[in-house]
């Protein structure tokens, strides 16, 4: 008859075996894909809801041990990845992928798949001995909620970008009426009637083309992202972001040589865009003179990524660490109540991270803020 010290290891082992099939019942229960990767960046597991989105990996038993690298290079050729810049330069996709996993401020990023209309959010966590776990998790209904919540932001925005135009507007029919005025009261001198309706054609065509640049803002859409150039959007609506400036504010657009372009959606970047300088043009309310509004863009390397940089500066009073750290929070604004429902710089934030970048502000009490909304570059 065995002893009961013989049977000990035999009951452990299935003991064993029993909460290890219990954890991965549990972990195929989850409605997500979980999955696990070494501190050297290599595969340890994958749950059943992994192998249901990826059908095309192979098995689990020969998923074990392989390499991000290779596991991410199988995405790219069954056509799951949809960055370009995963064909366009798959050796530079496949490192800035590698650095990102090695990033553990990145512990939250978004992906969508055009195909599928699918958004996901990832969110990773590191194990005390260094393993790397990731859960993903559908957020298409989110986002699409998110959707309509930006369309009435967008609205609102709309709104007081049409208040800061309003000003100049009314300037230039003043140039209007006030020329065809004269040109009644001077209708024996031919070649002062032309230079006045010269001038009056001049106001006219200016106004016609700030009111196209503003529809042409309110209609727009939102689309799905798409290879663009930053430099190109912005000199495009460099005017309209000069009267959202205020007519009394000094406007800047300085952009950098040679940026390139990114993957991202031409509307959420306009809106981002011009929220920012709406909340700079607010900063500078009861400022000293010279206020300043500087909208910029270069080129910035992070680790091994490069960024297309696009800053929004003002010279305004500035915000305290405290106030920065929350600024991107949705509904937080520091303005009295029923000036605004603090959604600006949380769409702001949700643009860039939906892009695939980031979003940073440097500002101190006193010294004005910047606002830099960091894009990958293609390649």
């Not at 009435?152 to 209007?176: C, K, P, Q």
Request: proline share 4%; glycine share 8%; aromatic share 6%.
């Amino acid at each position: 008859m065995d002893s009961p010290s013989a049977l000990a290891p035999a009951s452990e082992l299935e003991m064993l075996r029993r909460e290890n099939a219990m954890l991965r019942e549990t972990l195929d229960a989850i409605d997500g894909t979980v999955a696990v990767y070494s501190a050297d960046l290599r595969c340890c597991f994958g749950n059943r809801g992994y192998h249901e989105l990826f059908p095309h990996m192979p098995p689990e038993e020969e998923l074990v041990g392989r390499s991000y690298e290779e596991l991410l290079g199988a995405y790219i050729d069954a056509g799951t990845v949809m960055d370009p810049n995963a064909c366009n330069d798959r050796a530079a996709y496949i490192a800035r992928r590698v650095a990102e996993l090695n990033d553990r401020k990145l512990a939250t990023r978004e992906v969508y798949h055009a195909k599928l209309d699918q958004w996901w959010q990832i969110r990773t966590k590191w194990t005390p001995s260094g393993n790397r776990v990731a859960l993903r998790i559908d957020i298409t209904g989110l986002k699409r909620l998110q959707k309509e919540l930006l369309r009435a932001h967008r609205m609102e925005t709309i709104g007081r970008v049409s208040g800061g135009v309003a000003h100049d507007f009314n300037n230039l029919l003043t140039i209007i009426t006030g020329n065809l005025e004269m040109i009644r009261l001077r209708a024996n001198d031919p070649a002062r009637v032309t230079a006045l309706a010269g001038t009056a054609m001049i106001a006219a065509e200016n106004g016609a083309k700030l009111i196209r640049q503003l529809l042409t803002f309110a209609q727009r859409d939102l689309t799905q992202p798409r290879r663009l150039n930053p430099n190109q959007l912005l000199s495009d609506m460099a005017d309209l972001l000069r009267r959202t400036g205020g007519f009394e504010t000094q406007f800047s657009l300085q952009l950098g040589a040679e940026v390139g372009e990114s993957h991202f959606d031409a509307t959420q970047f306009e809106s981002a865009v011009v929220n920012l300088v709406l909340n700079a043009r607010e900063a500078l309310a009861g400022c000293n003179e010279p206020r300043r509004i500087t909208v910029s863009t270069a080129c910035e390397r992070i680790q091994t990524v490069d960024f297309v940089a696009v800053s929004v500066a003002d010279s305004g009073a500035g915000m305290s660490d405290a106030v920065a750290a929350q600024a991107f929070e949705p509904f937080f604004t520091t303005k009295p109540v029923g000036s605004g429902p603090g959604l600006g710089l949380s769409q702001v934030h949700g643009f860039a991270t939906g892009a695939g970048g980031q979003v940073r502000i440097s500002s101190a009490p006193g010294q004005g803020a910047t606002v830099t909304i960091l894009l990958p570059r293609c390649g």
